[in-house]
């Protein structure tokens, strides 16, 4: 069985920070740089015209040749060039409870 590596002490604390954004403030990086370090992320699809996150694929064409479009439920945009938000797990579960999903 392989040994698993020990957790470490975030940077952060070593170094006497209060918090991780004010770590990430003082050394010079800005905040969407701390969603790649260790922070689970999730991306949801949006619509270019609507902002609509009511949106689903829709396969186009021959068998063999299929397209893959997309499709909004609100303003019924038609296209392939969907757009993709990042959001850190709080964001995400602030976005499933607006939603209105049940979160276990």
Do not use: R
Request: with cysteine; aromatic share 8%.
């Amino acid at each position: 069985m392989a040994k698993k590596s020990k957790l470490s002490t975030p940077d952060w604390i070593k170094e006497g920070y209060d918090s991780k954004e004010e770590y990430m403030k003082a050394k010079g990086k800005n905040k969407s740089s701390t969603k790649n370090l260790g922070e689970k992320t999730f991306k949801i699809k949006i619509c270019p015209k609507c902002k609509s996150s009511d949106v689903h694929v829709v396969l186009t064409g021959e068998e063999g040749k299929k397209v893959k479009e997309w499709e909004c439920n609100k303003c019924k945009w038609v296209g392939t060039n969907i757009q993709e938000k990042e959001l850190t797990e709080d964001e995400f579960m602030k976005y499933l409870d607006d939603k209105g999903e049940e979160v276990a």
